[in-house]
């Protein structure tokens, strides 16, 4: 355990271990990332991550098939502009901080895009949709109504 390879700069068996991770016929052509973390708990070399991803991305059945695994994005449409403030939000969260007192770690940013008003709400990265509703309801819909716009990121809290 923790004891690994160090492949020095023959290019030729670098390029061999590549391929045998990359095309071999148990291997799935993995992508970048995931390549890199199998071969980094058994190999080393300088600029491995680099070459690796440089590999992957010359790699042609790679180019051919990533299309298909991507989720589509959608047209891009225009935003209206608002007639009224906090008829149109965007909701988007702030991770990484540490725990406060209540054990929040993370802030959930409102904003209105007519007046730029903006509500920081304090939440825990774990709470559920059914908590964030209630939260929504009591610090947002009750001062302001409900908006008839929301833009919000792909958090999978809110995509189906």
């Known amino acids: 355990m923790g004891q690994r390879l160090y492949l020095s700069n023959n290019e030729t ?22 390549m890199y973390r199998d071969l980094k708990h058994l190999y ?9 991803v440089e ?15 991507q989720r589509p994005i959608g047209p891009l449409q225009s935003l209206q502009i608002p007639e009224w403030k906090w008829e149109m939000i965007t909701m988007n ?12 770690d993370a802030i959930w940013v409102i904003v209105d895009w007519l007046t730029k008003s903006v509500l920081f709400l304090p939440i825990k990265m774990t709470d559920s949709v ?25 958090d999978p809290r809110f995509t189906f």
């Open 13 to 34: 068996v670098k390029h061999m271990v590549l391929r045998e991770t990359h095309e071999s016929k148990f291997s799935i052509h993995l992508g970048s990332t995931k």
């Open 93 to 104: 969260f702030m991770l990484g901080f540490p725990r406060g007192r209540k054990g929040n």
């Open 130 to 154: 059914d908590k964030l509703a209630n939260i929504y309801i009591n610090e947002v819909v009750w001062l302001h109504g409900i908006p008839v716009s929301i833009v919000l990121d792909r």
């Open 44 to 52: 080393w070399w300088p600029n491995m991550k680099r070459e690796i």
């Open 55 to 69: 590999y992957v991305s010359k790699c042609g059945i790679c180019e051919q098939v990533k299309v298909g695994y």
